[in-house]
């Protein structure tokens, strides 16, 4: 059978041209995938599976009955066991038909490549705690997906989440998760030499009137839009600050006697990411930064990170404004002295997180708290919350 034939019979569009080399190469079965002894073990070690365990067996022994998704998924562990997280999610997880092997394919998938997964924290020096911590995970995203669609199974956006853990180059630390990353090339972090000022400066982009990226939610006409035009000369960097999460149209100039940068494109730096039931206490937040810094240098020591970096709908603007710049959720965000936008073309982002499976009208909605009812009035004028990238400066330059 063809790759495209047996893509088609699963209902999959489109996969990675690298899967077809994959595929002619592919041997005999060698028992690495639905492996019942590898999944008991891993059971029995680090938990992953959590409570989804014995469905996870079940998804395993339907598997091998399933042809043409068991070979699927024999290919797709040929092809991600050896390649990067970002080329690893671009393996496609066929739709689900309900059953257990459907359902647990994106699991099964990841379950194989868990006991490579584990060597590569142990060769980072990671303890069987914190592995145990990491792979966690899995259990923690299966649960994700029961309460805001509904179903145990993972998504194609969750399993690529999941592919950060088996490439160990993310770890969970006291309720927020690290990952290692470099800033994004459209925009500049400078410093003032002699107030120690910071201001995000753009480098590449097409912008609303109102400051953010031309083309997310409710962002999309022209009218007024504008160009980052950023130049860097000798004597100076020209370019727009980003003021309050928005781009300013206005091309200001930042004399290099008064200004340097200390945030480049390709730098490395911290990305943090928000866990469900994380405790947004400004002193469990400060310890965990603390010693997530430092765990980072230990376990990724050929990096030299910079700065913290987070992507959040949380750090909009009007999180602070709907909560109060004092509650724990706008303490967090007032850590991410500079803050630009990025694009958001649904800018639906803080749904799953504030309203957990709700499929109801804006107006039904629920507003059981702040959060709920200030986002809600928010979208019932017409407007919402987007995603925004956020640099905590503090020990920048």
Same mark, same amino acid.
């Given at each position: 059978?063809?790759?495209?034939?047996?893509?088609?019979?699963?209902?999959?569009?489109?996969?990675?041209?690298?899967?077809?080399?994959?595929?002619?190469?592919?041997?005999?079965?060698?028992?690495?995938?639905?492996?019942?002894?590898?999944? $008991?073990?891993?059971?029995? =070690?680090?938990?992953?599976?959590?409570?989804?365990?014995?469905?996870?067996?079940?998804?395993?022994?339907?598997?091998?009955?399933?042809?043409?998704?068991?070979?699927?998924?024999?290919?797709?562990?040929?092809?991600?066991?050896?390649?990067?997280?970002?080329?690893?999610?671009?393996?496609?997880?066929?739709?689900?038909?309900?059953?257990?092997?459907?359902?647990?394919?994106?699991?099964?998938?990841?379950?194989?490549?868990?006991?490579?997964?584990?060597?590569?924290? $142990?060769?980072?020096?990671?303890?069987?705690?914190?592995?145990?911590?990491?792979?966690?995970?899995?259990?923690?995203?299966?649960?994700?997906?029961?309460?805001?669609?509904?179903?145990?199974?993972?998504?194609?956006?969750?399993?690529?989440?999941?592919?950060?853990?088996?490439?160990?180059?993310?770890?969970?630390?006291?309720?927020?998760?690290?990952?290692?990353?470099?800033?994004?090339?459209?925009?500049?972090?400078?410093?003032?030499?002699?107030?120690?000022?910071?201001?995000?400066?753009?480098?590449?982009?097409?912008?609303?009137?109102?400051?953010?990226?031309?083309?997310?939610?409710?962002? =999309?006409?022209?009218?007024?839009?504008?160009?980052?035009?950023?130049?860097?000369?000798?004597?100076?960097?020209?370019? $727009?600050?980003?003021?309050?999460? $928005?781009?300013?149209?206005?091309?200001?100039?930042?004399?290099?006697?008064?200004?340097?940068?200390?945030?480049?494109?390709?730098?490395?730096?911290?990305?943090?990411?928000?866990?469900?039931?994380?405790?947004?206490?400004?002193?469990?937040?400060?310890?965990?930064?603390?010693?997530?810094?430092?765990?980072?240098?230990?376990?990724?020591?050929?990096?030299?990170?910079?700065?913290?970096?987070?992507?959040?709908?949380?750090?909009?603007?009007?999180?602070?404004?709907?909560?109060?710049?004092?509650?724990?959720?706008?303490?967090?965000?007032?850590?991410?002295?500079?803050?630009?936008?990025?694009?958001?073309?649904?800018?639906?982002?803080?749904?799953?997180?504030?309203?957990?499976?709700?499929?109801?009208?804006?107006?039904?909605?629920?507003?059981?708290?702040?959060?709920?009812?200030?986002?809600?009035?928010?979208?019932?004028?017409?407007?919402?919350?987007?995603?925004?990238?956020?640099?905590?400066?503090?020990?920048?330059?």
């Amino acid at each position: 059978m063809e790759l495209r034939e047996l893509a088609d019979a699963l209902g999959v569009s489109t996969y990675p041209e690298a899967l077809e080399e994959v595929y002619k190469e592919l041997g005999e079965d060698d028992g690495a995938v639905c492996n019942l002894a590898s999944l $008991r073990q891993l059971h029995e =070690t680090y938990a992953p599976f959590g409570e989804y365990y014995e469905l996870v067996v079940k998804g395993a022994e339907e598997m091998k009955k399933r042809d043409a998704l068991y070979l699927w998924l024999r290919l797709g562990y040929a092809y991600c066991k050896d390649v990067t997280s970002f080329e690893a999610r671009r393996m496609p997880i066929p739709p689900s038909d309900g059953s257990a092997a459907g359902d647990m394919f994106a699991v099964l998938l990841l379950a194989a490549e868990l006991p490579l997964a584990v060597e590569r924290y $142990r060769a980072r020096g990671f303890d069987e705690e914190q592995i145990a911590n990491n792979l966690g995970n899995l259990a923690r995203n299966i649960w994700v997906h029961q309460i805001t669609v509904g179903s145990l199974t993972l998504s194609q956006g969750l399993y690529g989440w999941m592919t950060h853990y088996t490439k160990a180059i993310i770890f969970d630390h006291k309720g927020l998760n690290y990952q290692p990353a470099v800033w994004e090339p459209d925009s500049l972090v400078l410093k003032n030499r002699k107030s120690g000022e910071f201001v995000i400066v753009m480098i590449k982009g097409r912008f609303h009137r109102d400051g953010l990226v031309l083309g997310s939610a409710g962002a =999309t006409d022209e009218e007024g839009a504008f160009n980052a035009d950023f130049s860097e000369q000798m004597e100076a960097f020209f370019g $727009r600050p980003v003021r309050n999460g $928005r781009v300013q149209n206005r091309v200001c100039c930042f004399d290099k006697k008064e200004w340097y940068a200390v945030l480049r494109p390709g730098d490395d730096v911290l990305n943090l990411h928000i866990p469900r039931k994380t405790n947004f206490d400004p002193a469990v937040v400060e310890e965990s930064l603390r010693e997530g810094w430092e765990l980072t240098k230990r376990y990724y020591p050929e990096l030299s990170i910079k700065a913290f970096k987070c992507c959040s709908w949380m750090l909009d603007p009007s999180v602070a404004r709907i909560l109060g710049e004092n509650s724990k959720i706008g303490s967090f965000s007032a850590r991410f002295t500079v803050k630009h936008p990025v694009m958001d073309a649904a800018g639906t982002g803080c749904m799953g997180y504030v309203w957990p499976g709700e499929t109801c009208p804006t107006e039904e909605l629920p507003e059981k708290t702040t959060l709920q009812r200030g986002i809600k009035a928010l979208m019932l004028a017409g407007d919402t919350l987007r995603w925004t990238t956020g640099v905590i400066t503090k020990d920048l330059g």
